[in-house]
């Protein structure tokens, strides 16, 4: 019988795969085109294969700064968050045209499934599938943030920034499907903070595509072929701007 400091370890392990500091050395920081930088989480860094596969599409190689467990702005768990990749992208090379990005899975992910869900993102049954005000007030402060990173990165002159949102996430070893409608109103958030930001963002949702059999065992991150499904809705966004 799996105990539940064993599950929360598996929880903790797939989230911290890479470490925070002031440079990590998962980042690429030179590649074929340096002009195409990629941000965000596990959902692209823990295996890599999103990444890969687009670039095998594209046949050339893009800057890589995601982390797993990166949060959107928060740092709290000792890894990077996207804005802090962003800057560390800048710092390498700030001719930056194109950003293929995720970002804000995390910041809800983590406390609810690690710090007891202080937002009450978490749905049950007795409770209609209604999301707490609580939960929809913090992923509005999410987009608030998201709003001001992507118009910091039209001021720097990034022209285009393709925006990943999350799938659902499968019951599996975690209370995981507890979670389905934050996942539903996150996705509408980072869509409104898509379209409502100055720079040429386009936000691609994966929900309608992932199934349960593109992720793996721990019921959050992309198998082989959910990371090639997300880089198939993505490819073609991405490949007129290469």
Same mark, same amino acid.
């Given at each position: 019988?799996?105990?539940?400091?064993?599950?929360?370890? !598996?929880?903790?392990?797939?989230?911290?795969?890479? *470490?925070? #500091?002031?440079?990590?050395?998962? /980042?690429?920081?030179?590649?074929?085109?340096?002009? %195409?930088?990629?941000?965000?989480?596990?959902?692209?860094?823990?295996?890599?294969?999103?990444?890969?596969?687009?670039?095998? /599409?594209?046949? +050339?190689?893009?800057?890589?700064?995601?982390?797993?467990? &990166?949060?959107? /702005?928060?740092?709290?768990?000792? %890894?990077?968050?996207?804005?802090? +990749?962003?800057? +560390?992208?800048?710092?390498?090379?700030?001719?930056?045209?194109?950003?293929?990005?995720?970002? #804000?899975?995390?910041?809800?992910?983590?406390? &609810?499934?690690? +710090?007891?869900? @202080?937002?009450?993102? =978490?749905?049950?049954? $007795?409770?209609?599938? =209604?999301?707490?005000? =609580? *939960?929809?007030?913090?992923?509005?402060?999410? $987009?608030?943030?998201? %709003?001001?990173? !992507?118009?910091?990165?039209?001021?720097? #002159?990034?022209?285009?920034?393709?925006? !990943?949102?999350?799938?659902?996430?499968?019951?599996?070893? !975690?209370?995981? =499907?507890?979670?389905?409608?934050?996942?539903?109103?996150?996705?509408?958030?980072?869509?409104?903070?898509?379209?409502?930001?100055? %720079?040429?963002?386009?936000?691609?949702?994966?929900?309608?595509?992932?199934?349960?059999?593109?992720?793996?065992?721990?019921?959050?991150?992309?198998?082989?072929?959910?990371?090639?499904?997300?880089?198939?809705?993505?490819?073609?966004?991405?490949? @007129?701007?290469?």
């Amino acid at each position: 019988m799996i105990k539940p400091i064993h599950i929360m370890l !598996l929880a903790i392990s797939g989230f911290l795969t890479a *470490c925070g #500091g002031e440079k990590s050395p998962d /980042y690429v920081q030179n590649a074929d085109n340096n002009q %195409v930088i990629t941000l965000g989480d596990s959902i692209f860094d823990l295996s890599d294969e999103l990444q890969g596969n687009l670039e095998a /599409y594209a046949g +050339q190689t893009f800057r890589k700064y995601t982390l797993s467990g &990166a949060q959107l /702005y928060n740092s709290g768990i000792g %890894v990077e968050p996207v804005v802090a +990749q962003y800057a +560390q992208a800048k710092l390498d090379d700030s001719d930056i045209r194109t950003i293929v990005m995720d970002g #804000g899975g995390n910041d809800i992910l983590i406390p &609810a499934i690690i +710090q007891f869900d @202080p937002y009450n993102c =978490k749905t049950q049954w $007795y409770q209609f599938g =209604k999301l707490s005000a =609580k *939960c929809r007030n913090f992923i509005d402060d999410l $987009y608030v943030e998201g %709003v001001d990173l !992507l118009n910091d990165m039209d001021d720097d #002159g990034v022209e285009n920034i393709i925006y !990943l949102g999350y799938y659902y996430t499968k019951n599996a070893l !975690l209370p995981l =499907k507890s979670l389905k409608q934050a996942v539903d109103y996150g996705d509408k958030i980072l869509a409104d903070a898509c379209a409502n930001s100055t %720079v040429n963002c386009t936000f691609v949702d994966p929900r309608a595509v992932i199934n349960k059999r593109d992720i793996v065992f721990d019921g959050i991150h992309p198998a082989t072929s959910g990371s090639k499904k997300l880089a198939d809705l993505i490819w073609p966004h991405l490949e @007129p701007l290469l």
